[in-house]
């Protein structure tokens, strides 16, 4: 079993920066790849940021060159880190822990309860 906490949410205007955490706890973290997701109202969940347990990050295309996606294992926590803001990455933000295949992330149902980033002057 995995649980998952977010954390590091809130109001940044337009071009600001902010930094997620999500600390896991009740398995051994470093074997699971961990994703980022986000779910707008009236959207479907996606899939911004995924890294694997070695690291290696693939990100959307739509926050690619923005957020940066990194993990600590010895404090079992991915981080989000998210710059230059816009307006259209106001979301519920989750992260997930999951698998890697073939450089597609799989979510696992472990999921956090979220953290609200909204994006606004």
């Known amino acids: 079993q995995v649980q998952l906490v977010e954390s590091g949410g809130g109001l940044v205007q337009p071009g600001g920066s902010l930094r997620l955490s999500c600390a896991a706890s009740?398995?051994?973290?470093?074997?699971?790849?961990m994703g980022w997701y986000r779910q707008a109202p009236g959207k479907q969940r996606e899939l911004v940021a995924h890294?694997?347990?070695?690291?290696?990050?693939r990100y959307a295309g739509s926050v690619k060159g923005r957020f940066t996606a990194s993990r600590d294992n010895a404090k079992n926590t991915v981080y989000l880190q998210m710059n230059s803001l816009k307006p259209e990455d106001t979301a519920v933000y989750y992260c997930?822990?999951?698998?890697?295949?073939?450089?597609?992330?799989?979510?696992?149902?472990?999921w956090g309860q979220g953290t609200q980033v909204t994006v606004s002057s």
């Open positions: 009740g398995t051994i973290f470093s074997i699971y790849a």
């Open positions: 997930n822990a999951g698998q890697v295949s073939g450089g597609t992330y799989y979510a696992y149902d472990y």
């Open positions: 890294i694997t347990s070695g690291g290696s990050t």
